[in-house]
């Protein structure tokens, strides 16, 4: 005989109750993942790690596959360049602050200037484009910068 619980003044069996808190916990599981599946993009699309692909001013382009743009959080930047002819990666950390389409970053190292094409520890870029895949920065020079989601 299935054990009795008296609940809200009325007879409950036990099984019964477990077997339906369980079909509920499964519906509410379920719903959950489903939800989770349909997210595609972080809080920012901004936020991953960018390799750059190409760099062009002027109808001039240069491919790069050397670099990496990691925009970590919504306040802690690095960046990240491999060096082919010593086999050995630098990473430069900083912070930066977006206003609507404009980035700003600031690298808390000087050694960024030797290794390259940024001429300060601090630039901003427009956001051109961005998406689950790419990412177009514009710089205040009048560069074009053309990244993939790595």
Same mark, same amino acid.
């Given at each position: 005989?299935?054990?009795?619980?008296?609940?809200?003044?009325?007879? =409950? %069996?036990? &099984?019964? !109750? *477990?077997?339906?808190?369980?079909?509920?916990?499964?519906?509410?599981? =379920? %719903?959950? &993942?489903? !939800? *989770?599946?349909?997210?595609?993009?972080?809080?920012?699309?901004?936020?991953?790690?960018?390799?750059?692909?190409?760099?062009?001013?002027?109808?001039?382009?240069a491919?790069?596959?050397?670099?990496?743009?990691?925009?970590?959080?919504?306040?802690?930047?690095?960046?990240?360049?491999?060096?082919?002819?010593?086999?050995?990666?630098?990473?430069?950390?900083?912070?930066?602050?977006?206003?609507?389409?404009?980035?700003s970053?600031e690298?808390?190292?000087?050694?960024?200037?030797?290794?390259?094409?940024?001429?300060s520890?601090?630039?901003?870029?427009?956001?051109?484009?961005?998406?689950?895949?790419r990412?177009i920065?514009?710089?205040?020079?009048?560069?074009l910068?053309?990244?993939?989601?790595?």
């Amino acid at each position: 005989m299935p054990d009795v619980c008296y609940f809200f003044g009325g007879k =409950i %069996v036990i &099984l019964h !109750f *477990i077997k339906m808190i369980m079909r509920i916990c499964h519906v509410i599981i =379920i %719903v959950f &993942l489903f !939800f *989770i599946a349909c997210v595609n993009e972080p809080f920012s699309p901004l936020v991953g790690k960018w390799q750059l692909k190409s760099v062009e001013k002027n109808g001039v382009m240069a491919a790069v596959d050397t670099v990496w743009y990691n925009f970590q959080s919504q306040s802690i930047f690095s960046f990240q360049i491999y060096e082919k002819q010593n086999d050995r990666y630098l990473y430069f950390i900083g912070m930066r602050t977006q206003e609507d389409k404009v980035v700003s970053i600031e690298i808390l190292n000087e050694l960024i200037v030797n290794n390259s094409d940024w001429d300060s520890i601090r630039r901003s870029f427009t956001i051109d484009n961005v998406n689950r895949k790419r990412l177009i920065l514009r710089s205040e020079e009048g560069y074009l910068y053309s990244f993939i989601k790595f």
